[in-house]
């Protein structure tokens, strides 16, 4: 029996996918900009299943996993395909608490269940069943949003566009382009309270939310501008802006979501007081969730590892870079 399996990486977005345009058609209301990682990933394997239902075990557990249950269902619609599969999945890192399970989970849902369908064992094969690289991004984002950024390595642009068929998914540059590195500081590996597909809707009724629109194409040129000039100061402020503003809309939205906790602004306020008396070169970003993402050049991140832990001792930290995107591979038991 052939089983596929697909190491999809997560990523971290630096100009944020938050609100909906369409939630039926998972149309942004903004573009967003991510930055793909290497080490925080999920592994799926695939097989073509004999029963007539799916069957899906996550890190070990073969109940209560309607979310990727429904992508399937969803994939199956949207391509034609009949087939029901045997999925296995599990991640390098903590879930569902803000480090993105949800872009690198869907992702390698979707490229598997695409290879278990077509017996495609790469993207070139998947390619010549019509199923481009950034076809596969559109039926991954059905799942997450987010997911749709993972199908490539580097730096990842997804376009609104001006109607829900119009969205484009792209990369931007490969990544090589800059050896950044994501310190991803885990304050807390609790599931979190509201998943962000829910809090999305509750964006539009944030009096913040026209303002955020509006910045968004200028704040994506400048984030582009940085990284050509590779100048991680204003990147990191940036970076900053984005993540706090985002948060403020998710507090000031209906109902109101909040996702920082206390160790959280803690952890902010010591980052931005070490940076502004001791220059440490590290500014943060985060997700929906308490956990702070710490931007970085690769070659600074021994010592600013070093002075979290100086600091913070009981914290966990994913050591993460910049990475390739995902990967195919074929077994045959
Ligand atoms: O893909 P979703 O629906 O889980 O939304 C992700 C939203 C953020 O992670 C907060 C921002 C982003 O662009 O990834």
């Known amino acids: 029996m052939k089983t596929y399996i697909v190491e999809a990486p997560s990523n971290i977005a630096f100009l944020k996918y938050w609100g909906k345009a369409n939630v039926d058609q998972q149309w942004p209301s903004g573009d967003s900009f991510s930055m793909t990682l290497n080490n925080a990933k999920t592994i799926t394997r695939a097989q073509k299943s004999k029963a007539n239902k799916d069957l899906v075990t996550i890190e070990g557990l073969t109940e209560g996993h309607r979310r990727a249950e429904k992508h399937l269902e969803k994939l199956r619609?949207?391509?034609?395909?009949?087939?029901?599969?045997?999925?296995e999945s599990k991640n390098t890192f903590p879930a569902e608490c803000g480090i993105a399970s949800s872009a690198s989970g869907m992702a390698a849902l979707t490229i598997a269940a695409l290879c278990a369908w077509t017996e495609a064992e790469s993207f070139e094969d998947l390619q010549q069943h019509n199923f481009s690289r950034e076809a596969v991004a559109h039926l991954?984002?059905?799942?997450?949003?987010s997911a749709g950024r993972s199908l490539w390595g580097?730096?990842?642009h997804w376009q609104k566009g001006t109607e829900p068929s119009r969205q484009k998914l792209c990369q931007v540059y490969p990544p090589e382009k800059w050896q950044l590195c994501d310190l991803i500081c885990v304050l807390s590996n609790k599931t979190k309270s509201v998943s962000s597909s829910g809090a999305h809707q509750a964006a539009w009724q944030s009096p913040l939310f026209p303002?955020?629109?509006a910045v968004i194409p200028e704040r994506l040129a400048m984030m582009r501008q940085a990284i050509e000039k590779k100048d991680l100061e204003s990147l990191g402020t940036l970076l900053e802006t984005e993540?706090?503003?985002?948060?403020?809309?998710?507090?000031?939205?209906?109902?109101s979501v909040q996702y920082l906790s206390e160790k959280s602004i803690q952890f902010i306020t010591w980052l931005r007081e070490k940076r502004r008396q001791?220059?440490?070169?590290?500014w943060f970003t985060i997700d929906a969730g308490p956990n702070i993402h710490v931007i970085c050049q690769s070659n600074q991140s021994v010592k600013i590892i070093e002075e979290i832990h100086a600091r913070f001792?009981?914290?966990?930290?994913?050591?993460?870079y910049i990475g390739n995107g995902p990967q195919i591979k074929l077994t045959c038991d």
Request: proline letters at 4%.
């Open 243 to 255: 993540a706090l503003e985002m948060h403020a809309v998710m507090m000031t939205g209906q109902p």
């Open 77 to 87: 619609h949207l391509t034609g395909f009949k087939d029901h599969l045997v999925i």
């Open 154 to 156: 580097g730096f990842v």
């Open 313 to 320: 001792n009981d914290i966990d930290i994913i050591e993460d």
């Open 211 to 213: 303002a955020r629109l």
């Open 278 to 282: 001791d220059g440490l070169p590290a």
């Open 140 to 145: 991954a984002r059905m799942g997450s949003g």
